[in-house]
Every structure is written in structure tokens, then in C-alpha cells.
């Protein structure tokens, strides 16, 4: 299991993760079960899921993890440790016992979330656990009243966030999950660290989706670290905790179109999501969803999987997860290196033995460029294909799928 920290420490340092180590996925144990065995082999790190609080507390008071009719979280956490996942836990929802509304909004409330954040903390320290305070707090579907939801939302993290890493020093405490990356939700966001919440956790955590290509997310990156740094000396970083692309285009069958037409255009949005993520310094990469929902070919909810929903057999976008981990996963992102347009990339990557690797893709149209410099060693392309090369100052192709140069 990665045993990454987020602190400010590590950021100063200039210590650099692994791309092994921001690599997860987002699944959902309530609605199916994971193989994680299957996750550990495709090279996921992290898993993403929730505690879900109405589950638990049935009764006031009364905090019952294993017996519960529903999930026995006690097995669900040693099965992703057993097969070396971090832990990622949302801290989920409101709870009927405490309020008749989704939204912690109200003392009431805030008291019974807390303390049952408190006592799940406790129950499950020194795992390495990543704890995250609510979901999408920000966005009327599941918080709502909106009204004060930022002050409100910031209150419960301030009085939960202490006695969580209190009760579970080996964890670390991220928040809001913040619902898209755009202005109306950054100006949600910058209410809650007028509020001090920056002072409370280790990293803040987005969802980035959108219906434009993945390096577009750069812009709201940051914009993100300037806010950070308007409100607080900490050098808090930044987790892309649940973002992916569908491979079906037609949203809910009204016809909007989401971008991604297929499989191929999934792959290659999710791969050069997570090397523009790495890029970035984004401590963790959750990729939304480790296997499809359903099999409705009109609904986009149900197509977002790495893996078909058999959980058997990977789509493009599962093959491309694992060639990127297989290939680049020890690597450690240097820079991006000018090659005069700038809709093409050219990522340049070193391991710990001091060897060299490239990622190459364009949002553009196919092209080429030339490489310069001696290529001697192997080229891999998104999907697994090898070819050997061995030339000085070699021309290279672009294309929307990333293709990976190691130098020997």
C-alpha cells in the first residue's frame, strides 16, 4: 500500500510522487462488490468509496459497522488493505435520526456527524486511512438547502477535522470534494477559507469533470493554488479525488452531447488526465469509475468504467490504466519540454535509478515532430503496442493517445 504523506513537509521539499502513487479509483461497494485483487494487478493505489452514516447509526448512538444488514466494513477495509489499496473514505451523507433534509445545517446534525465521524476515525486508525469530509457539498444534489452551505459546511469540518486526526494520527483529512472546477464553485470554495478551513486539513480535494479535454483542468488548478495562497502561508496541496469521461456521448439520451464518443476517446481523456494531473503536483488521481454501473447504452452513469461491468474483462480505458502504471508508474514527472506548439506535450519523466522516460500525445490533429536527441530504447504506445527505436534526432508522431518513450 502507498504510504504517501500530503503535509507541507513533503510539498517544500520538492519531493515528488511516483505516478504509481496518485493512481486510484472510485468504487462502490454498497452497490457492487470490487475485485481488488483485479484493482491491485491493473496498478490502482488508492481506493475511493464511503462510510455511509445512515448505515451505520440506526439507532442514536449506536454505531454498528459489521452488523448493519448492508455491508460489514470491518471486511471491506482489511480487503483493501489485504490488497494493498489506501483506503479513501468519504464521510457520507446526512442521517433521517438527526434531520429530515440533506444538509448539515443545524446543530443537531452537525453534533450527530460529528461524533460519528469521530468514532469511525477511531475505530479504524493506523490504516493510512484518507478521510474526506462530506461530498460535493457545494451542489443542490446532495446538500440542499443551499442556502449558507459554505458556512455551514466549514463549521462541521472545523469541529470534525481535530478530533478525527486525534482519533486516527496515521490518517489524513481532505475536503470539500468540491463539485466542478469552475467559477461558481470556486467562489463557493473561497467562502469556505474565509471561514479558516485551511487551517484544518491536509489537501484540498476537487472534482474537476467537464465536457472539454482534460488539459483544460490546468486553468482551474490554478486558480485553486492562487486562492490557497491568498488565504494561508501553508503550502496545502491539491486531490483530484473523483473525475472521469464516459464513453457514451448522449447525456441521459436528451441529447447533449459529453464529449467522449467511444471507447478509444475515453482512454486517451483518462490517460492524459492523469499525466497532466501528475504534471500539476496533484497528490492523488481517482479515476471515476473502476468498473461500469450498468449496461443501459443510453445513460452516460452507467459508462464510466475502466472495466466493463462484468468486472472480467477491460475496456480501452482499463488496458490504458494498466500500460501507464506498467510503463511510467515509477517515474516521476521533471517538466514539460517546449516543442513550439502549444497543443502538443512532451512530458519528460526520471525513475529513482536515474533512467529517463518521455509521454508524448497533441490535441490536435495526427502530426509529427522531431525528437531531439538520441532515442535509444523502446516505444509504447497507449494500448500496449512495443516497437524498438535507436536513432539520433527522430522524427515521433502525435496523436490524441499518448504514446511513451523509455530511454535504456
Do not use: C
Not at 511516483?18 to 481506493?47: P, R
Request: no cysteine; charged share 25%; net charge negative.
Amino acid at each position: 500500500m502507498t504510504n504517501f504523506r500530503l503535509s507541507d513537509d513533503s510539498i517544500t521539499n520538492s519531493q515528488k510522487l511516483k505516478l504509481s502513487e496518485t493512481m486510484g479509483t472510485n468504487i462502490h461497494e454498497l452497490q457492487w462488490s470490487a475485485n481488488f485483487s483485479l484493482m491491485n494487478d491493473y496498478g490502482v493505489n488508492i481506493s475511493r468509496d464511503a462510510l455511509v452514516w445512515s448505515v451505520i447509526e440506526k439507532k442514536k448512538g449506536n454505531y454498528d459497522f459489521v452488523n448493519n444488514g448492508e455491508i460489514n466494513y470491518d471486511n471491506f477495509i482489511e480487503n483493501m488493505e489485504n490488497n494493498h489499496l489506501r483506503p479513501y473514505l468519504m464521510l457520507l451523507y446526512t442521517n433521517d435520526l438527526y434531520n429530515d433534509h440533506m444538509a448539515l445545517d443545524n446543530e443537531r446534525v452537525k453534533k450527530g456527524y460529528i461524533n460519528w465521524a469521530a468514532a469511525s476515525a477511531k475505530r479504524y486508525k493506523n490504516k493510512n486511512i484518507i478521510w474526506e469530509i462530506y461530498n460535493e457539498p457545494n451542489g443542490e444534489w446532495f446538500w440542499t438547502p443551499q442556502e449558507n452551505s459554505a458556512q455551514n459546511y466549514a463549521d462541521v469540518v472545523k469541529r470534525a477535522a481535530p478530533l478525527i486526526r486525534k482519533n486516527d494520527p496515521s490518517g489524513l483529512v481532505v475536503a470539500p470534494a468540491l463539485a466542478e472546477v469552475e467559477d461558481w464553485s470556486l467562489k463557493w470554495l473561497e467562502d469556505t477559507f474565509k471561514e479558516g478551513i485551511l487551517d484544518y486539513v491536509d489537501a484540498i480535494s476537487v472534482h474537476p469533470y467537464r465536457t472539454s479535454n482534460p488539459e483544460t483542468a490546468v486553468e482551474g488548478y490554478d486558480k485553486i493554488k492562487r486562492l490557497i495562497a491568498k488565504y494561508t502561508t501553508k503550502n496545502i496541496p491539491i486531490i483530484s479525488g473523483e473525475w472521469g469521461y464516459s464513453n457514451v456521448p448522449n447525456w441521459n439520451n436528451q441529447g447533449a452531447n459529453y464529449i467522449v464518443a467511444d471507447q478509444l476517446q475515453q482512454a486517451q481523456y483518462n490517460t492524459r488526465m492523469l499525466l497532466i494531473n501528475q504534471s500539476k503536483n496533484i497528490r492523488a488521481s481517482i479515476v471515476y469509475d473502476w468498473k461500469d454501473d450498468g449496461q443501459d447504452d443510453t445513460l452516460v452513469e452507467h459508462h464510466f468504467g475502466l472495466m466493463n461491468y462484468d468486472q472480467a474483462t477491460p475496456k480501452q480505458a482499463g488496458t490504458a490504466f494498466k500500460v501507464l502504471s506498467d510503463t511510467l508508474g515509477e517515474y516521476q514527472f521533471v517538466e514539460r519540454v517546449d516543442i513550439g506548439n502549444e497543443n502538443d506535450y512532451l512530458m519528460k519523466y526520471k525513475n529513482n535509478k536515474k533512467q529517463t522516460a518521455y509521454a508524448f500525445w497533441t490535441t490536435e490533429d495526427n502530426h509529427s515532430f522531431v525528437f531531439k536527441g538520441k532515442a535509444s530504447g523502446e516505444i509504447i504506445a497507449m494500448l500496449g503496442e512495443k516497437k524498438s527505436i535507436n536513432k539520433q534526432h527522430p522524427s515521433l508522431e502525435l496523436t490524441k493517445s499518448p504514446s511513451y518513450l523509455l530511454i535504456y
